[in-house]
C-alpha cells in the first residue's frame, strides 16, 4: 500500500505565502514524476505545477514566478512553495506520484494521489 498525504493548507490573505507538502508512505521503491494539482468549485482539476525523477520542473502560466515545487527524495516528500497569493488561486490541492513498488521479484509503477488540501486566499 501507498499512501499520499498532504499538509500546510489553509487560509491566508492575497500577497501570503503558504508552503504545502506531501508525504509519500508505504513500500515504495522509487517516486518518479510528481505534481501539484488543483481545483476550484466548479472548475475542473488542472496541473499547477510538476518535477520530474530528474528535477526538471514545469509550471502553470498562472503560477509561473511565484510557486516552487520541489523534492527531498530522501523523506519521500514533495513540497510546494506558493509565494505571492491571489485569491484566484482558491482551491483545494491535490499531490500527484508516480510510484515504482517491488511485489516479489516484479516492478510495477502506478499513479497515486493524496486527499487534497483546501487553500483559501481572502481579498
Known amino acids: 500500500q501507498v499512501q499520499l498525504v498532504e499538509s500546510g493548507g489553509g487560509l491566508v490573505q492575497a500577497g501570503g505565502s503558504l508552503r504545502l507538502s506531501c508525504a509519500a508512505s508505504?513500500?515504495?521503491?522509487?517516486?518518479?514524476?510528481v505534481g501539484w494539482y488543483r481545483q476550484a468549485p466548479g472548475n475542473q482539476r488542472e496541473l499547477v505545477a510538476a518535477c520530474t525523477s530528474g528535477g526538471s520542473t514545469d509550471y502553470a502560466d498562472s503560477v509561473k514566478g511565484r510557486f516552487t515545487i520541489s523534492r527531498d527524495n530522501a523523506k519521500n516528500t514533495v513540497y510546494l512553495q506558493m509565494n505571492s497569493l491571489k485569491p484566484e488561486d482558491t482551491a483545494v490541492y491535490y499531490c500527484n506520484a508516480k510510484i515504482t513498488r517491488v511485489l516479489a521479484t516484479t516492478k510495477f509503477e502506478a499513479v497515486y494521489w493524496g486527499q487534497g488540501t483546501q487553500v483559501t486566499v481572502s481579498s
Open positions: 508505504g513500500s515504495i521503491f522509487s517516486i518518479n514524476a
